[in-house]
Each structure stands twice: as C-alpha cells, then as structure tokens.
C-alpha cells in the first residue's frame, strides 16, 4: 500500500507500506508545475521488486505537474536505468555536483 504524507504546500512524501513498516519512499517538491524527485530510496533487501516503480507510478497518476525534474549520480546505474525506463531524458550535467562524481540532470514532460 502506497501512503501519501504532505510535508508542507509544496512538499510531500509518498511511503509503500508492507503493515506498519516502510519499505520504500519518494520525496517531491511541487512548484509552479515543475515537480522535482527530491529523494527516492527502497530498502536494499527489496529492492528489484517493482517498489520504486509502483511509487514513480504512484506520483505520475495522481500529481498535477506539467514535467518533472530530478538529479542523479553519473554512476548510479540501477537508478538511470529505472529513469530511462519511464521515459526521463538527460537535459544537461552539473559536474563535481557529488564531490567528484557528475549529476545528470533528466527530465520527463507529461
Ligand atoms: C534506484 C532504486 C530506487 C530502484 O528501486 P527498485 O525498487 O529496486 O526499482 P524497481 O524494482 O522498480 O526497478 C525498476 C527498474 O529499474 C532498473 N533497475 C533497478 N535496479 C537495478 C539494478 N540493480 N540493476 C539494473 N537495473 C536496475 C531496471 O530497469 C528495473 O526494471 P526491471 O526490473 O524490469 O529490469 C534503488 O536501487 C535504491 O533505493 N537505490 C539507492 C537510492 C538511490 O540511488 N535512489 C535514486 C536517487 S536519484
């Protein structure tokens, strides 16, 4: 089951429950139509169960936004890959954005 929290006007986050435990979450900013992924994170032992799918999902369907932002590590391939797959494009980078590492910045336009 998918939990909805609203953090504050522009802020919420949505949890996938397994009972009272979360095993799952994405974090979105909602401004002017532009939402950004601010955070999504599952837990390592559930991972590659569809979660962050079923959460990306979640937002897609029920979110008001005209296209979506996020950042993401040049060598955080599961996630890239997971983006990719809903259809996000690389708009530009912002080098050293991690310490060493380079953020890609992608976006997906409803
Ligand atoms: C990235 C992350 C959120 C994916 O969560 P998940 O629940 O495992 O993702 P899903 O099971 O929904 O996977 C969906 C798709 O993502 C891609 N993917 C996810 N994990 C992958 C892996 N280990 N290797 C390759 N592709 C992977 C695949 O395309 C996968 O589709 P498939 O299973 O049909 O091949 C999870 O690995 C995570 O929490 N990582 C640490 C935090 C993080 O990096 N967050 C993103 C910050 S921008």
């Known amino acids: 089951m998918i939990n ?3 953090l504050s006007d ?3 986050i949505y949890n996938y429950m397994n009972g009272d435990t979360v ?7 909602l401004v002017d139509g532009v939402l950004d992924i601010m955070n999504l994170y599952v837990n390592e032992e559930e991972r590659r169960k569809g979660i962050a ?3 990306l ?9 005209n296209r979506i932002m996020l950042e993401v590590n040049e060598n955080n391939n599961e996630a890239i890959r997971l983006y990719t797959k809903f ?3 690389e708009i530009s980078l912002r080098e050293r954005y991690y310490g060493e590492d380079t953020a ?5 336009v409803k």
Do not use: C, H, P, Q
């Open 4 to 6: 909805k929290e609203i």
């Open 104 to 108: 890609i910045i992608m976006e997906k």
């Open 87 to 89: 259809g996000f494009t």
């Open 23 to 29: 095993l799952g979450y994405i974090e979105i900013r």
């Open 53 to 55: 799918s079923s959460l």
């Open 57 to 65: 999902n979640e937002v897609i369907e029920k979110e008001d936004y």
């Open 10 to 12: 522009t802020d919420a």
